[in-house]
């Protein structure tokens, strides 16, 4: 079945950054775009991040273009989520997701908090 493992989260002071990784299995990996979404505390969880197949095009939520950035490495079956100049507001569970025929697959989400 669709697995989907993050790691990489912890405790940043502000300005600082972090490696977000999602480890995928169950599906060619290779074929399905992957988005990342954050949920902070008492929010709605957002997309914050997606990249494409074939040609990694990559697109953001302005809340974070120019810190963030995704990438993939498809022969690992891995996506990730590079965070600069983190702030206070970025503080949130950071979930990837695929979508694979009209159902959304989840994993278990990284923590991020950022604070001095």
């Known amino acids: 079945q669709v697995q989907l493992v993050e790691s990489g989260g912890g405790l940043v002071q502000p300005g600082g950054s972090l490696k977000l990784s999602c480890a995928a299995s169950?599906?060619?990996?290779?074929?399905?775009?992957m988005r990342w979404y954050r949920q902070g505390p008492g929010k709605e969880r957002e997309l914050v991040a997606r990249?494409?197949?074939?040609?990694?095009?990559?697109a953001y939520a302005d809340s974070v273009k120019g810190r963030f950035t995704i990438s993939r490495d498809n022969a690992k079956n891995t996506v990730y989520l590079r965070i600069n100049s983190l702030k206070p507001e970025d503080t949130a569970v950071y979930f990837c997701?695929?979508?694979?025929?009209?159902?959304?697959?989840w994993g278990q989400g990284t923590q991020v908090t950022v604070s001095s």
């Open positions: 169950g599906f060619t990996f290779s074929s399905y775009p």
């Open positions: 997701n695929v979508q694979i025929s009209g159902s959304d697959h």
């Open positions: 990249i494409s197949t074939t040609w990694l095009v990559t």
